[in-house]
């Protein structure tokens, strides 16, 4: 019969081999685990250096697509109007696009019943202006509009754009009108002296910052206006049409108000129009 003693020293062999195997069994599982999560460490890299290179030269291609879409383009803010805000003398064309060319210059037009009327617009000076222009134009916004308000006296001008200021006669709400938005004032003449000679066409305003709409005016005679007007471009042809309005007076309608009056040679826009881009 087997002793006592061999039976616990048995036991102990069968202990000590049990105990080797699970500490081999542990330690395989753990070199299989470290395999995987170095492995997996491996792949995290590789996928993050993949996104870093491809967010890399995406973001590299965004900034060149961003810059092709912006070189040469003024972003431009064109405030619309409420609709609850809006009389009755308000035409609504819509908006113009937000990236207007600021490289070039056009020609306006004004075909007037007098004579065509033409100024030379520099669009790096007032891309935005310029752009609300083209926009207007393109919509038939002036058309058959008459010029509402001469001022024979002081600031010399002839104002046109008010697109409720059509058919026979004269209303009190003459000169109110202008398209559904407002833009900011471009290319104030501070540093110039007078700010409006004689030859300028610029943008009227109510007096506020940032109310700019389609009334514009032609300067016949070297004006004392202060630099608060965007100057739009410069007459190229056709002054002789505006001097010869301004020659007849006004009927002086806005004497106690603006100045001036309504023109007494009535003076009609009979369509108004702006050409291609030049040298953008």
Partial sequence: MTSTRERQRAAARAR???????????????????????????LVLVVAGTVW???????????????????GFSQCVYTEVPAEARSKQVKDVGLPDNQQSNKGTQTMTIDTNLGPITAKLDRSKVPCTAGSFAHLASKGFFDNTKCHRLVTSGIKVLQCGDPSATGKGWRQSDGTGGPSYTLAEEN???DQRPPYPEGVIAMANSGQPGSTGSQFFIVYGDSPLDPNYTVLGTITGGMDVVKQVAAAGDDGAFAQQAGGGHPKKEIVINKLTMSDIQGG
Avoid: F, H, Y
């Fill in 188 to 190: 104030l003449p501070t």
């Fill in 16 to 42: 000590l081999e049990r105990e080797m195997a699970e500490r081999a069994t542990r330690a395989r599982k753990r070199r299989q685990t470290q395999a995987i999560v170095g492995a997996a460490a491996v």
């Fill in 53 to 71: 290179l491809a967010t890399s030269l995406g973001g590299d291609d965004d900034k060149k697509q961003n810059a092709a879409t912006t070189a």
